[in-house]
């Protein structure tokens, strides 16, 4: 054969997998889009024959490589849409490719919602609940507790059901799968808790980080969802209290709406966020001008349209769990690290709460909790500044979101979640060969 003929048919390389924010890639050997559950089966089958790992993937918002493989990679593309509603039961079952834009439009248009939800919609609602995706909520948790059942595909190519009613199926699986990592199986379809659409009154203002510091017990006893943004080089912050409302409804006016979602909070702030990563001693006097222009705005509309918003700048995030107790001095000593290490940081600090839970792996097990999150523009370095943040969440007890950067390792792990021998014992028992594994979770689960 002559070097031009082998050069014909040579096969191209694997086209390479990245994240949202283009800090995690990967060259998976083979690519399936299954359309039914059945079909998925038939993929993980082959795969485990032919010892290769699977993974599924969705939008690729988490910023750790969980979703990562060299073996298979699953999309979730054909695998979309709703496959029942039962008012009677308050569900919804949907596919597990599905957007949850696609999944709040579609609550919404049958009169029904979620419960609460977290600030983004591009998410597919399996990949949102596997890392533990949550909002805010002083009564109401995360995506994934509010789900019902769900189906997944097992690493023989078996397909398993479980849920937590009373007669449910495989209760020690569902406790578990809720936030699986990926590591037990790959989700086909998901029920969730539904309820009839309410509205909610959103009061956004700008306060001093002292005075929220200060009240912030109230302030989230006070609330049904409570958050807010502190800017650091400065005393500013924005709050956002959203609580039920009996309407009417009182929507943003189309242009405002579109000055402060999408000029101010996305293209004012990339040009702001692109001089400082470019000119770092210019973040401090931008985060200034930045506080000094907060304003306050109230409107009344329905969830989805209340909790998310568009995330269009992008960065790279770190973000821990802790006892709620312990989010006050946690960002007290933040506060110090910035103001006294020379940390040039040009994002908002984040911080919500949720409810105690009852799923195995989630950051709000067995405990009521605050969530610190740390970011910077992508391509900023960060290393720095998110390990003198993750130092102090540690000191605390913190517990790593699953999708978002961290340095924790299964040693450090067991500790602070109580039932971490009992996920890893069920993913033993139910992946012993590894099927889904791949390095990222060698690291935080062990072998």
């Given amino acids: 054969m002559s070097t031009r003929t082998a050069r014909r048919t040579k096969r191209p390389a694997p086209p390479t997998w990245r994240n949202w924010a283009g800090n995690a890639t ?69 596919a597990a490719g599905t957007p949850l834009r696609q999944l709040n439009e579609a609550l919404a248009a049958e009169g029904l919602s979620l419960t609460n939800m977290g600030d983004i919609m591009e998410q597919t609602v399996s990949g949102a609940v596997g890392t533990g995706t949550h909002g805010t909520g002083r009564d109401s948790g995360s995506l994934a507790a509010q789900i019902r059942a769900l189906e997944m595909v097992l690493a023989d190519g078996s397909v398993l059901r479980c849920s937590g009613d009373e007669a449910g199926e ?49 302030l989230v006893r006070d ?7 502190w800017f650091p080089h400065t005393d ?10 009996d309407g009417p409804a009182d929507p943003l006016p189309r242009l405002g709406g579109w000055l402060e979602d999408e000029f101010l909070s996305n293209g004012v702030f990339q040009a702001a966020c692109s001089v400082g990563r470019a000119f770092p001693a210019a973040v401090p006097g931008i985060a200034r001008v930045a506080g000094r222009a907060l304003s306050a705005r109230t409107y009344t509309d329905i969830p989805y349209k209340v909790f998310t918003s568009p995330r269009r700048v992008r960065f790279v995030e770190m973000e821990y769990a802790l006892p709620r107790a312990a989010a006050v001095e946690a960002l007290r000593e933040l506060r110090a690290v910035v103001g006294r290490s020379g940390l040039r940081v040009n994002f908002p600090v984040e911080v919500r ?47 790593p979101h699953w999708g978002k950067l961290h340095s924790r390792d299964a040693g450090y792990l067991s500790e602070v979640y109580p039932r971490f021998a009992e996920f890893t014992a069920l993913r033993d028992r139910l992946d012993p060969h590894r099927v889904f594994g791949n390095d990222h979770l060698r690291r935080v689960l062990g072998d």
């Fill in 353 to 399: 709460v949720a409810p105690a839970d009852d799923i195995t792996l989630s950051t709000a097990s067995g405990r009521d909790t605050a969530y610190i999150a740390v970011h910077v523009y992508r391509g900023t370095p960060h290393e720095r500044y998110f390990t003198a943040a993750e130092q102090i969440m540690v000191a605390h007890g913190g517990r």
């Fill in 236 to 245: 500013r912050c924005v709050t956002k209290r959203n609580n039920r409302s």
């Fill in 26 to 94: 990967a060259r998976p050997l083979r690519t399936s889009a299954p359309s039914t559950a059945e079909a998925l089966a038939e993929v993980v089958r082959r795969a485990a024959e032919d010892g290769l790992t699977v993974k599924a993937a969705g939008t690729g918002h988490s910023f750790t490589p969980v979703a990562a493989t060299e073996g298979v990679l699953i999309r979730p593309d054909r695998l979309t849409g709703i496959r029942r509603i039962d008012r009677g039961a308050g569900t919804v079952t949907v």
């Fill in 223 to 229: 609330n049904e969802h409570f958050e807010f943004y």
């Fill in 170 to 218: 495989n209760p020690e699986v569902f406790a578990a799968a809720r936030i699986g990592l990926g590591a037990l199986g790959v989700i086909t379809e998901i029920t969730f808790a539904v309820e009839p659409l309410f509205l909610l009154t959103a009061r956004e203002e700008p306060m001093r980080l002292d005075a929220v510091l200060a009240d912030f017990d109230h």
